[in-house]
C-alpha cells in the first residue's frame, strides 16, 4: 500500500474548537493510506513583505511541511462570512515570497463545522477563490458543510451518528481519490504504474 501525506490545518485557535474536534473524527474516520501532520498556524507573525528576505523560523516551518506534504486538507470556521484572519495569514506566508508559492499543485480539500445550518459555506467558497489563485487544485464534490453538534461528535474523535460518520468516511475517501488522481499526473513514480480509478 502506498501511504499519502496530509499536512492539516485547523483554522481555529480557541481551545474549545468544534473544528479541532471534527479534525479528530476525520483523522479517525479516514483511509488508513492517509497519513496525517498538522500544519501549525497559532505562532506565524503577521505576514508582510519585509519578511520575504528572510522568513521567521515558524513561516520557514510551514512552508517545508507544506512542500513535503502530498495533498492538504483545510478544516475550518468561518468568521463573518470568510476566512479567519489566522489561516488566511498562514496561506499568505505559504504563498510568498512571490515564485516560492508552497501551495502550487498541491491536491486540497477544505471541509468545516459551525453551529449554525451553513455550516461554513461561504468560508468555503472564499477559500476556493483563494486556492485558485494559488493553483491548487481542489476536491470540488462532495462539498462538506458541517453543522456542529454537541451531541453527535465527541472531544476525542468519536461520532456517534452512524449517518454522519457515513457522509464523513465518504468525503475522506473521495478526498483519498481525489490526491491519488492529482499525484498520477504530478508525480507518477509516487504512486506506482496504475493509475486510480475516477470513481464517477
Ligand atoms: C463566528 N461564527 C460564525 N459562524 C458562522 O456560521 N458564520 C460566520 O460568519 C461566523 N462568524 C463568526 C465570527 C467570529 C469572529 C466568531 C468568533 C465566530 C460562529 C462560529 O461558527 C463558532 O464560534 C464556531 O465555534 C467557531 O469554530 P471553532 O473556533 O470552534 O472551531
Sequence with gaps: MHTHKI???VGSLSSTSINRTLSKAL???????????????????LYSQDFDADFPPPARALKE??????????????????I?????????????PWGSNSFAMKPTGIIGASPGGIGTAVMQASMRSVLSFLDAPQLNAPEAYITFRDDV????????????????RHFMEEYDAFVQRVLAVTAPGHIGDELPEIRR
Excluded at 27 to 45: G, K, N, Q, V
Excluded at 65 to 82: K, M, Q, T, V
Excluded at 84 to 96: E, V
Excluded at 153 to 168: H, I, P, Q, W
Design 7 to 9: 499536512g492539516y490545518f
Design 27 to 45: 483523522l479517525e474516520l479516514a483511509p488508513d493510506d492517509l497519513e496525517f501532520t498538522e500544519i501549525a498556524i497559532r505562532d506565524l507573525p
Design 65 to 82: 511541511a507544506i512542500e513535503a506534504s502530498d495533498g492538504i486538507l483545510f478544516i475550518s470556521p468561518e468568521f463573518n462570512r470568510s
Design 84 to 96: 479567519p484572519g489566522a489561516l488566511k495569514n498562514a496561506i499568505d506566508w505559504g504563498s510568498r
Design 153 to 168: 461528535f465527541g472531544s476525542d474523535g468519536e461520532v456517534r451518528d452512524e449517518a454522519t460518520a457515513k457522509f464523513l
